[in-house]
């Protein structure tokens, strides 16, 4: 055998979530594992998705603190203005410490790192990458996902959400087409750092697909913020150069000129160049490869998880169904798959929003009149002692006479950090009255859940 035609157990292609939890968990079960990653570790995720996303989250999280302290009595400078240029320092910091440890990691677990870009062959057990080719039973597909930009004339303009973290100073004026999980969290961040943002949303609301109380009170605040909001609004062209592009409306309006235009207008999975026809293997229209509930292609020897599939694209997701995966085909636990109807997520807007289950809208759709809808609406301490406007709206959605909790809603301060614990509480099946037998803790945001 050739050095370049070396076994391995398994080779997974991508090194993020979804790769790398899914080589870490092969590896740790006693797998020969290599990992093909041509460009940095950690993929999305770490590099231009959650991890950079939260660092600029904080930072918009602590202007507004800032602003709170003032209120509290801190004799603070009416100008608290933010180093861009140290913040992005802190900010690559940090991502290289992950690097750092993935890389010692991957070295302590044996795992052979290959940086070339894989793509799948007609022959079954085997990867082809730059001039060599690698063979092993098993094969990760785990190639994640890239930003897509809508067809219209001028789009060239405009940048996406990898460009927002290439930013070198903040924007002063930037328009955002996209009111998804991105073009809110961009939006809002922007805002809160001194950028004038307008946010450009098709839809009539924000966050198709979430409990539309919740979506209605974070356009509100969006506009308390100065977010400038369009609904049912669809950008047809960019115009301009590059520093004072306008964007055109359906209705033929002009807005602009905005120094910046970045679309936020949804994700397609990694899959060019990867020989996905070739390997017979089975997509879908949008090109996402087609799993079972078990992680399997049409292909025995090719798995896929993340980004690649149409499973929810959210980190954890990713990582669940690669550990999971490999507990089953390498670690003899062979019911463990990814379960997924309970699905706990946050949006990074400001304020936050945290969801599981189903919204108000959904559950009426599926239970009717066996839905009770109930809601603490409250300022927070800390917005009532600055004189913040910030309030918080939680809701509780709960179906039949036992009053089941089939949905929980937070918007407002603090809901990030509040949904995990009761998400374990929700796959554990509780009612309100659950809730109202544990005792609160007190004074705190969280305990209106248990008094609600
Ligand atoms: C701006 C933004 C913010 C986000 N924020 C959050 C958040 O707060 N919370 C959350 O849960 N999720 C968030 N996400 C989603 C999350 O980043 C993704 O769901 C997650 O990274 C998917 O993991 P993955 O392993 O499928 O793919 P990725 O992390 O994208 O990794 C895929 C890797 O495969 C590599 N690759 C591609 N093609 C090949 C090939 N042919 N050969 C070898 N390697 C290849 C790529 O270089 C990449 O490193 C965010 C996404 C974005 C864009
Ligand atoms: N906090 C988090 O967990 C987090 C943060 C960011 C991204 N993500 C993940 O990444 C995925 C991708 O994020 P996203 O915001 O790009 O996608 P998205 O699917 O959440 O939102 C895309 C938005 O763009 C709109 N759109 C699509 N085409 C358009 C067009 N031509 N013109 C105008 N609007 C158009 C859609 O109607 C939708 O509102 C998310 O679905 C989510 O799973 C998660």
């Given at each position: 055998?050739?050095?370049?035609?070396?076994?391995?157990?398994?080779?997974?292609?991508?090194?993020?979530?979804?790769?790398?939890?899914?080589?870490?968990?092969?590896?740790?079960?006693?797998?020969?594992?290599?990992?093909?990653?041509?460009?940095?570790?950690?993929?999305?995720?770490?590099?231009?998705?959650?991890?950079?996303?939260?660092?600029?989250?904080?930072?918009?999280?602590?202007?507004?603190?800032?602003?709170?302290?003032?209120?509290?009595?801190?004799?603070?400078?009416?100008?608290?203005?933010?180093?861009?240029?140290?913040?992005?320092?802190?900010?690559?910091?940090?991502?290289?410490?992950?690097?750092?440890?993935?890389?010692?990691?991957?070295?302590?677990?044996?795992?052979?790192?290959?940086?070339?870009?894989?793509?799948?062959?007609?022959?079954?057990?085997?990867?082809?990458?730059?001039?060599?080719?690698?063979?092993?039973?098993?094969?990760?597909?785990?190639?994640?996902?890239?930003?897509?930009?809508?067809?219209?004339?001028?789009?060239?303009?405009?940048?996406?959400?990898?460009?927002?973290?290439?930013?070198?100073?903040?924007?002063?004026?930037?328009?955002?087409?996209?009111?998804?999980?991105?073009?809110?969290?961009?939006?809002?961040?922007?805002?809160?750092?001194?950028?004038?943002?307008?946010?450009?949303?098709?839809?009539?609301?924000?966050?198709?697909?979430?409990?539309?109380?919740i979506t209605g009170k974070l356009a509100e605040s969006f506009r308390?913020?100065?977010?400038?909001?369009?609904?049912?609004?669809?950008?047809?062209?960019?115009?301009?150069?590059?520093?004072?592009?306008?964007?055109?409306?359906?209705?033929?309006?002009?807005?602009?000129?905005?120094?910046?235009?970045?679309?936020?207008?949804?994700?397609?999975?990694?899959?060019?160049?990867?020989?996905?026809?070739?390997?017979?293997?089975?997509?879908?229209?949008?090109?996402?490869?087609?799993?079972?509930?078990?992680?399997?292609?049409?292909?025995?020897?090719?798995?896929?998880?993340?980004?690649?599939?149409?499973?929810?694209?959210?980190?954890?997701?990713?990582?669940?169904?690669?550990?999971?995966?490999?507990?089953?085909?390498?670690?003899?636990?062979?019911?463990?798959?990814?379960?997924?109807?309970?699905?706990?997520?946050?949006?990074?807007?400001?304020?936050?929003?945290?969801?599981?289950?189903?919204?108000?809208?959904?559950?009426?759709?599926?239970?009717?009149?066996?839905?009770?809808?109930?809601?603490?609406?409250?300022?927070?301490?800390?917005?009532?002692?600055?004189?913040?406007?910030?309030?918080?709206?939680?809701?509780?959605?709960?179906?039949?006479?036992?009053?089941?909790?089939?949905?929980?809603?937070?918007?407002?301060?603090?809901?990030?950090?509040?949904?995990?614990?009761?998400?374990?509480?929700?796959?554990?099946?509780?009612?309100?009255?659950?809730?109202?037998?544990?005792?609160?803790?007190?004074?705190?945001?969280?305990?209106?859940?248990?008094?609600?």
């Amino acid at each position: 055998m050739s050095p370049s035609e070396q076994d391995f157990d398994l080779i997974v292609i991508g090194g993020g979530s979804g790769g790398l939890a899914g080589a870490f968990r092969a590896a740790s079960h006693g797998a020969k594992v290599a990992m093909l990653e041509p460009g940095a570790l950690g993929g999305t995720c770490v590099n231009v998705g959650c991890v950079p996303k939260k660092a600029m989250w904080l930072a918009a999280d602590l202007a507004e603190h800032l602003a709170a302290a003032r209120g509290f009595g801190f004799e603070l400078p009416e100008s608290t203005p933010l180093s861009w240029e140290q913040l992005l320092l802190r900010r690559s910091c940090y991502i290289e410490n992950i690097h750092a440890a993935y890389r010692k990691r991957l070295e302590a677990a044996g795992i052979v790192v290959i940086p070339e870009r894989g793509s799948l062959s007609s022959e079954p057990g085997v990867v082809h990458a730059g001039t060599s080719s690698w063979r092993a039973p098993r094969i990760l597909l785990a190639t994640g996902g890239h930003p897509l930009k809508p067809d219209i004339p001028g789009v060239e303009l405009g940048g996406v959400s990898d460009d927002f973290f290439a930013l070198t100073a903040p924007p002063s004026r930037i328009a955002i087409v996209g009111g998804g999980y991105i073009g809110v969290e961009l939006a809002s961040v922007l805002q809160a750092l001194g950028s004038r943002v307008s946010l450009f949303v098709r839809q009539s609301r924000l966050l198709a697909g979430f409990d539309q109380e919740i979506t209605g009170k974070l356009a509100e605040s969006f506009r308390q913020a100065g977010i400038d909001l369009h609904f049912d609004c669809e950008a047809t062209a960019l115009e301009g150069k590059p520093g004072a592009v306008e964007a055109i409306t359906g209705d033929n309006t002009r807005h602009g000129p905005f120094d910046r235009v970045l679309f936020a207008t949804g994700r397609g999975p990694n899959v060019d160049g990867l020989g996905l026809e070739e390997a017979g293997i089975v997509h879908n229209k949008r090109g996402q490869v087609e799993v079972d509930a078990w992680q399997a292609t049409s292909r025995a020897d090719v798995f896929a998880v993340g980004d690649v599939t149409a499973q929810p694209a959210l980190t954890p997701v990713a990582i669940a169904a690669a550990r999971r995966l490999m507990d089953r085909l390498y670690g003899g636990d062979t019911d463990s798959r990814l379960e997924l109807p309970l699905v706990p997520t946050v949006v990074f807007a400001h304020p936050p929003i945290a969801s599981i289950g189903l919204s108000e809208e959904a559950a009426r759709e599926g239970h009717g009149d066996a839905v009770k809808v109930y809601r603490a609406d409250f300022r927070p301490m800390l917005q009532a002692l600055s004189d913040g406007h910030r309030r918080c709206l939680f809701k509780l959605v709960c179906v039949g006479d036992d009053e089941r909790v089939i949905g929980l809603h937070l918007i407002g301060p603090g809901s990030d950090e509040i949904l995990q614990g009761f998400a374990v509480a929700m796959r554990k099946g509780i009612t309100r009255r659950d809730l109202h037998d544990t005792l609160a803790i007190h004074p705190t945001s969280a305990e209106e859940l248990v008094l609600i």
